[in-house]
């Protein structure tokens, strides 16, 4: 088991492009977070979504910032016409299950994403 | 409302000296308490959890709900501990929708 795939890991990006970072879970894994971190600050929540379904938005900010986890596929996390604020590091986690005191979630090692 | 403070950016200690990491939470139901890792160039890894009540690496780290703190220790720092470190909460009474809350961390540098 691999563990959790983040690519790319570094992306590079203009003002006003696009940015599609990508997470593959853990095999057997439904689950997928995505998380955030600026400089100089903490992680921040950002989504979570189960196959298909997105379960928690509560972080993703509402404009130009979406998210998906297909049936088949990685997760995707992609921020249209990206602006400087965007530039951080992007980490999903995934896990078996949510609500569980017992389970926990693995990390992927996130994507530096730089907008120039 | 819900939050994690860790109140040091930077703890610096000697090899072999005692090593303690504070973490403060705001909660209002049961949380539930994890210190990650992270080593240089590595991902973010879980350390250990307050439900489990282990000992990871020589570290523990027991919940305090009066104080509303759950602190990281260790009797004696090694080189190899030298890390970032993540204090983290999450509900344990909100069904499938659950998300961690992060502390800024605390970058612990053991020094030879």
């Known amino acids: 088991n691999a563990g959790v795939m983040q690519n790319p890991r570094h992306l590079v990006r203009r003002r006003g492009q696009e940015a599609r970072l990508r997470c593959s879970p853990m095999?057997?894994?439904?689950?997928v977070y995505w998380y955030r971190q600026l400089p100089e600050e903490g992680l921040k929540f950002m989504v979570y979504?189960?196959?298909?379904?997105?379960?928690?938005e509560s972080g993703m900010p509402k404009e130009r910032f979406s998210a998906e986890f297909p049936k088949e596929g990685p997760s995707i996390l992609r921020i249209q016409q990206v602006v400087r604020g965007d530039s951080a590091a992007y980490f999903c986690?995934?896990?078996?299950?949510?609500?569980?005191?017992?389970?926990?979630?693995?990390f992927g090692q996130g994507t530096r994403l730089t907008v120039v | 409302a819900q939050r994690v403070t860790q109140p040091e950016k930077l703890l610096s200690v000697f090899k072999g000296a005692p090593v303690e990491l504070k973490c403060n939470y705001s909660?209002?139901?049961?949380?539930?308490l994890f210190w990650y890792v992270q080593y240089s160039r590595q991902r973010l890894q879980l350390l250990l959890r307050?439900?489990?009540?282990?000992s990871i690496k020589g570290f523990t780290a027991d919940l305090n709900k009066g104080e509303t703190s759950f602190h990281l220790k260790k009797p004696f720092a090694q080189e190899e501990d030298s890390a970032m470190y993540y204090c983290?909460?999450?509900?344990?009474?909100?069904?499938?929708?659950?998300?961690?809350?992060w502390g800024l961390g605390t970058s612990l540098a053991v020094n030879p």
């Open positions: 307050h439900i489990s009540r282990e």
């Open positions: 983290a909460l999450t509900t344990t009474n909100a069904g499938n929708n659950r998300k961690l809350i």
């Open positions: 979504l189960q196959k298909e379904n997105i379960i928690d």
């Open positions: 986690a995934s896990s078996p299950k949510g609500g569980s005191m017992n389970t926990e979630a693995f």
């Open positions: 909660y209002s139901g049961s949380p539930e």
């Open positions: 095999k057997g894994h439904s689950h």
